[in-house]
């Protein structure tokens, strides 16, 4: 598999801009984005991260 769409947790974390270390730790606890695992390897499907980081807008840091 070598589709443009997917990304190893790396470039994930670089194209959401945050640290690949919250990335691993959001995979671990919950709460991030669907990722999916073949073997040892992580891969994110882009349309995922930008739905997860559409999810998180908020129009007040009250909510």
Do not use: E
């Not at 990722?35 to 840091?61: C, E, H, I, N, P």
Request: proline share 2%.
């Amino acid at each position: 598999m070598h589709d443009s769409r997917y990304l190893d947790a790396d470039k994930a974390a670089a194209y959401l801009g945050v640290s690949q270390g919250y990335l691993n730790k959001l995979r671990t606890t919950g709460g991030g984005p669907v990722f999916v695992k073949v073997g040892r390897r992580v891969v994110y499907d882009v349309a995922d991260l930008d739905q997860w980081f559409a999810d998180r807008k908020r129009a007040s840091t009250s909510v």
